[in-house]
């Protein structure tokens, strides 16, 4: 049985407002009505769960160099809102556990995106299954993705209880079902650039499908039309659930 996701998922908090992946971003969304975000999961370099999207530091912070590279007690010290606007100077990088506590506290579902830096998947997802085990007790209001099958199946093997959803470029692999069923993902997240058919190759599969990264009503309501569950939005004053209703 699939998890009840709304149709509306805010992509990395509510991007288009705050600076992405940061608990104003979270806290941002859930103004605009938003309840569920997709953040970004990464390590820094002793090891620590944060929201991260990039490898690098210098386009969301005022620091340089790789987040692999970086430990917490650097990374803590980075400005991660100047770059967005002047009023968000002085913003954290946040940790996954302190998101979590953000999340409970507003009652939010959250899709939690493995995103490893290269070589860390296993390392990766077994820091944030840690955290998690330990501290989110619900399971119908929690997903975890990625586009790293390492990443799905340490998840797979380490916290089954937790949904898995896989994520696909807009290339395709030609045994992406194949791929599906064994990870055991009853959701696959596709990117915008989808067609009709690819739409309807999940649906007939069995399997709900998000679109990332929505954020033309038009094609919100194209992509309802073609039986999609939802859809992925930096702008959720746009992008609102009115479009995936049903008449
Ligand atoms: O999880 C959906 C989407 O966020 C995947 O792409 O690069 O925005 O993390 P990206
Ligand atoms: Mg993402």
């Known amino acids: 049985m699939g998890l009840k996701i709304p149709p ?5 908090g509510a991007r288009d407002y705050a600076p992405e992946n940061t608990l104003e971003s979270i806290r941002t969304a859930y103004e605009m009505g938003v309840t ?14 944060i ?14 160099g790789l987040v692999a590279h970086t430990r917490w007690a ?20 946040p940790t996954l556990e302190e ?9 939010m579902g959250v899709n939690l995106e493995i995103k490893p830096c290269p070589g860390r998947e296993v390392e990766t997802t077994e820091a944030m299954l ?22 799905l199946e340490t998840a797979k093997d380490m916290a089954h209880d937790f ?44 399997r709900q499908v998000f679109v990332y990264t929505v954020n033309d009503p038009q094609r919100a309501k194209l992509l309802r039309q073609w039986g999609v569950d939802g859809v992925f939005t930096d702008d959720p004053d746009a992008i609102t659930p009115d479009l995936f209703r049903t008449n």
């Open 163 to 206: 949904t898995r959803a896989l994520l696909l470029e807009d290339e395709w692999p030609k045994n992406w079902l194949e791929i599906a069923e064994y990870l055991e993902t009853p959701i696959i997240n596709i990117s915008n650039n989808c067609n009709r058919e690819q739409v309807e190759l999940v649906i007939d599969s069995g």
């Open 51 to 64: 929201l991260f999207h990039d490898d690098e530091l210098d386009r969301t912070t005022n620091g340089h």
């Open 99 to 107: 998101t979590l506590d953000v999340l409970m506290h507003y009652n």
């Open 36 to 49: 569920w975000v997709e953040v970004d999961v990464k390590l820094t370099a002793d090891s620590v769960p």
């Open 74 to 93: 650097d990374l803590q010290d980075l400005d991660a809102g100047n770059w967005f606007s002047e009023g968000f100077t002085g913003i954290r990088v």
């Open 130 to 151: 840690d955290l998690l085990t330990q501290s989110w007790d619900e399971r119908d209001n929690i997903l975890l993705s990625s586009f790293s099958h390492v990443a």
């Open 8 to 12: 509306i998922i805010g992509h990395r």
